[in-house]
Nanobody
Framework: VQLQASGGGVVQAGGSLRLSCEAS????????VGWFRQAPGKEREAVSCISSSDGSTYSADSVKGRFTISRDNAKNTVYLQMNSLKPEDTAVYYC?????????????????WGQGTQVTVSS
């Protein structure tokens, strides 16, 4: 079982990136899936999450209106479209999943995590 995150890179402020989280060994639409990020010296934070039941989404206030999470069940992939990127979005981005709970996002303690992908936004 594996979660493969990809799509990170270096982009100028105001630019866009699309991150992909592809699962093998899981059927993603059975799980709550989330994107998290961790910048140097900072705690890991939930960025955006999508539920398994009705596709409802959660986004952190810092990314609302700029980032969009979506899933493609046929490709067993969850995406994070990131627009209007800012230098403060620079971080390692991770995807994680967990069976549905009352929380909108997977738990950092009990979720299954993939490896991260680096996003660097230059000013």
């Amino acid at each position: 079982v594996q979660l493969q995150a990809s799509g990170g890179g270096v982009v100028q402020a105001g630019g866009s990136l699309r991150l992909s989280c592809e699962a093998s060994g899981f059927t993603l639409d059975f799980y709550t899936v989330g994107w998290f990020r961790q910048a140097p010296g900072k705690e890991r934070e939930a960025v955006s999450c999508i539920s398994s039941s009705d596709g409802s989404t959660y986004s952190a206030d810092s990314v609302k209106g700029r980032f969009t999470i979506s899933r493609d069940n046929a490709k067993n992939t969850v995406y994070l479209q990131m627009n209007s990127l800012k230098p403060e979005d620079t971080a390692v981005y991770y995807c994680a999943l967990e069976p549905p709970t009352s929380s909108p996002c997977p738990s950092p303690e009990t979720g299954f995590w993939g490896q991260g992908t680096q996003v660097t936004v230059s000013s």
